[in-house]
């Protein structure tokens, strides 16, 4: 018997791999979507995207406004605002747009990132024409009183405890990228910081509804079961008649200059572990160079199987964890990778084997196999983010106003799946120097920066 298990073991095993190594074939390649662009008179983008599988429409307005947006002194605008675009508007009162839609079989929602701000909700296809109406009319008439702005506030302000504050290294990532950026506004963070939440003013607020809450900075995606033509008619008729901005939708954004020398920044943090950080500057999402980088971020950092993971916490025990990100934006980001320090190990060694997996992938590249795994990984999540409407209108909605192309759709797939282990030594060669390297080391002992005030 233990003689037939073995046997089969190893077939298993031998199957497994010879399976793990079978590159992608273009037969299982997502079928493309099938979609319609319009642009009405006022500028506002509409895409449509027909899918009868189930009677249920998809409907998200994308505010190409985000932290990013937002000017010193006045962070958290782009989120905050999103919470008052619940607060009612001349025919909805405030709190009552969730739990109409939720009424009528729907679920209705919103979020903020640092480029744009997104409002969408999932209903029953005969309730399309309930849902185009009320987000025109909040589009157009939001109210915007003093009481329910400083009750918002102060639930932003305990969102901001919840999520970032209280937690055990839940500054983190706000540390990283206020020290990783010099002048662009990815530097502060999405939610913003207390004492600018603080300072806020009612007049603050209806200045940015009327600069970014426009349609002309609107792109209005509806993905499920219509007749187009009966869209197209709600959608003129509800949304045509709200006039364009006055001015230009402001795109003053600083640009983060190409660092020249490494930096190296020290903190304390009320931490229970040393965390070091390594930090690169990287491109803007949809840049040449981001697929090859994508690619090295699944490779070096994602999961337990990844490199930093395998060396630093399995092979060496020098980190309790350590993991990694490319933050891919409408602008150029950072790709950084950290590790929290094990009891006992000091954060030099730690920083030197961070830095020693940076400059193997610059001498030694990756492996047909670690890239065929990424590819594999890749088509995974690409496959089953095609499994829903909502899914679908987000890979459109990010086409559309981040990468400006609504061929990246689609186009995206071919393009990862081209990517070669050339491709991914040469990008690791021209970004991780140390002329764009951030060293961070946080430790957990005395005073807190204040970096986040």
């Avoid at 298990?5 to 095993?13: E, K, Q």
């Avoid at 939610?191 to 609107?218: C, E, H, K, Q, W």
């Avoid at 890239?371 to 999540?381: E, G, I, P, V, Y």
């Avoid at 995206?412 to 080391?441: G, S």
């Amino acid at each position: 018997m233990m003689r037939r298990l073995s046997i089969a073991f190893l077939a298993l095993v031998a199957l497994g791999t010879v399976l793990w190594l079978v590159p992608l074939q273009a037969a299982i390649r997502p079928p493309k979507l099938e979609y319609q662009r319009l642009v009405l008179p006022n500028g506002m983008v509409v895409v449509l995207h027909q899918d009868k599988s189930t009677p249920i429409v998809h409907v998200e307005l994308w505010y190409h406004v985000g932290s990013k947006n937002e000017k010193p002194g006045r962070t958290g605008f782009a989120h905050f605002f999103e919470h008052m675009m619940f607060k009612g508007s001349k025919n909805v009162d405030p709190e009552q747009h969730t739990s109409i839609i939720a009424s009528v079989g729907g679920q209705a929602n919103a979020y903020t990132n640092e480029d744009t701000t997104v409002f969408w909700q999932t209903i029953p296809a005969q309730y399309l024409p309930l849902a185009l109406w009320m987000e025109a009319d909040r589009m157009a008439t939001l109210r915007i009183d003093e009481k329910p702005f400083v009750a918002e506030r102060e639930v932003v302000k305990e969102e901001r405890r919840m999520r970032i504050e209280n937690p055990p290294f839940g500054l983190l990532n706000e540390l990283i990228t206020f020290h990783a950026f010099d002048v662009h506004p990815y530097k502060h963070p999405v939610i913003g910081s207390m004492n600018d939440l603080n300072a806020a003013t009612i007049d603050d607020v209806r200045d940015f509804y009327n600069t970014y809450y426009v349609p002309d900075n609107a792109t209005l995606l509806i993905a499920g079961d219509f007749e187009t033509d009966n869209v197209v008619s709600l959608v003129n008729q509800y949304f045509a008649r709200i006039p364009k901005s006055s001015t230009p939708v402001p795109r003053d954004i600083p640009k983060e200059p190409m660092h020249t020398k490494e930096r190296r920044v020290n903190l304390e943090q009320p931490w229970p572990l040393p965390a070091v950080v390594v930090a690169y500057q990287a491109p803007y999402n949809g840049h040449p160079d981001s697929y090859p980088m994508f690619v090295m971020s699944k490779t070096l950092s994602d999961g337990q199987t990844s490199r930093i993971y395998r060396k630093l916490v399995y092979e060496t025990g020098l980190a309790l964890t350590a993991f990694g990100s490319s933050s891919f934006q409408e602008d150029p980001g950072i790709f950084y990778a950290v590790a929290l320090v094990n009891p006992g190990k000091s954060p030099d060694e730690v920083e030197k084997a961070l830095i020693a997996e940076f400059d193997k992938l610059k001498a030694d590249g990756i492996t047909d196999r670690e890239l065929q795994r990424a590819k594999n990984q890749f088509s995974r999540d690409y496959i089953l983010s095609r499994l829903s409407i909502k899914e679908k209108a987000s890979q459109m909605g990010h086409a559309e106003v981040i990468q400006k192309d609504m061929a990246t759709a689609d186009g995206e797939f071919d393009t990862f799946l081209k990517v070669t282990t050339d491709d991914v030594k040469r990008a690791a060669r021209q970004y991780f120097i140390p002329e764009r390297r951030m060293v961070m080391r946080i430790m957990p002992k005395g005073g807190v920066e204040e970096v986040a005030k």
